[in-house]
């Protein structure tokens, strides 16, 4: 039959609050994450990335948080924009170079 | 900048085509990697590719195959085109065990 698309997970804040998304992984053996935004017709840019000997990295407004005990990544964005708005995924590697991709979380950013 | 460049943003094509999507980087990128996305489904890896002329089929191969004659160029090929096809497709590179770079993407419909 046909295969029906699954809802995707949203999130919806005040422009200037902080953002959390979360990604839970099933992997034990992926040792490398990365966080990418993907905005409408676009492909997905890279924000972020952690490797498994960190838990916790910060760029320009964002901070990924890595839990390897209960597998579960977090992207936090300080002082969300309406610019933040988009789709953000969560993608792992186990040292293979094969880059698996979650299913995606849609943030949006009410003025 | 990396730039990864795929050859039609828009394709329409009928049930039984071979269909060739075509993706250039120019950053001599090891990994080249085809995606589709799906409403819903997030990114599914189709193929990718380590090295020239090498590949290791990603978690949705079926009807699909894939060329790498040059380290810039990788090819994704749909044998003979069905409606299930009916996708958004997505190259990506990278070099080993770093982010992977992506194109704008290619919305093939197929009809």
């Known amino acids: 039959g046909e295969s029906v698309g699954l809802h995707l997970p949203t999130l919806s804040v005040q422009e200037g609050d902080n953002s959390i998304i979360n990604c839970a992984y099933s992997?034990?053996?992926?040792?490398?994450f990365i966080w990418y935004k993907q905005e409408s017709g676009k492909g997905p840019q890279f924000i972020i990335d952690i490797r498994s000997n960190m838990d916790k990295r910060q760029g320009q407004r964002v901070t990924v948080l890595l839990n390897k005990t209960v597998k579960h990544l977090s992207l936090q964005i300080a002082a969300t924009q309406p610019g933040d708005s988009a789709v953000y995924f969560c993608a792992e590697k186990d040292g293979s170079e094969k880059l698996v991709f979650g299913k995606g979380t849609k943030l949006t950013v009410n003025p | 900048d990396v730039k990864v460049t795929q050859s039609s943003r828009y394709l329409v094509k009928r049930t039984g085509e071979k269909v060739f999507l075509e993706c250039v980087q120019d950053?001599?990128?090891?990994?080249m990697f085809w995606y589709r996305q799906d409403p819903g489904l997030g990114l599914r890896l189709i193929y990718f590719?380590?090295?020239?002329?090498?590949?290791e089929k990603g978690d949705i191969p079926e009807g699909y195959s894939v060329s790498r004659e040059k380290k810039e160029r990788f090819s994704l090929i749909l044998e003979s085109a069905s409606t299930n096809q009916t996708s958004m497709y997505l190259c990506?590179?990278?070099?080993?065990?770093?982010?992977?770079?992506f194109g704008q993407g290619t919305r093939l419909t197929v009809v």
């Open positions: 950053m001599d990128h090891e990994n």
């Open positions: 590719s380590y090295d020239v002329k090498m590949k």
């Open positions: 992997n034990s053996a992926s040792d490398y």
């Open positions: 990506a590179s990278s070099l080993v065990n770093t982010e992977a770079f």
